[in-house]
């Protein structure tokens, strides 16, 4: 499956942004989803996971309750919705899939970046 993430940019602190990672070449449905983050200078950190009938989420403790995880598997995208930003958001935003797990993903889409301002 290939991914395309988009909608990152610039937004000041407490606004919101809302990502989203359109799959192709596969059927999307079958795949687990994940979004995780790298900041400069850091190592790349968790940040939420959807199951593929959107039942099941799991965020990071940095993000709960302030961004949720979503998809539209006849859309064949998953979304990341961000609500009260922080200057500490700002990284490289990349959403991965895997068939079978959660936590180690095989297709990773390319970065889009995030910057919030204080």
């Known amino acids: 499956v290939q991914l395309q993430a988009s909608g990152g940019g610039l937004v000041q602190a407490g606004g919101s942004l809302r990502l989203s990672c359109a799959a192709s070449?596969?059927?999307?449905?079958?795949?687990?989803m994940g979004w995780f983050r790298q900041a400069p200078g850091k190592e790349r950190e968790f940040v939420a996971a959807i199951n593929w009938s959107g039942r099941n989420l799991r965020y990071g403790d940095s993000v709960k309750g302030r961004f949720t995880i979503s998809r539209d598997n006849a859309k064949n995208t998953g979304y990341l919705q961000m609500n009260s930003l922080k200057p500490e958001d700002t990284a490289v935003y990349y959403c991965?899939?895997?068939?079978?797990?959660?936590?180690?993903?095989?297709?990773w889409g390319q970065g889009t970046q995030v910057t919030v301002s204080s």
């Open positions: 070449g596969r059927t999307f449905s079958d795949y687990i």
């Open positions: 991965a899939a895997d068939r079978n797990s959660d936590r180690d993903y095989g297709y």
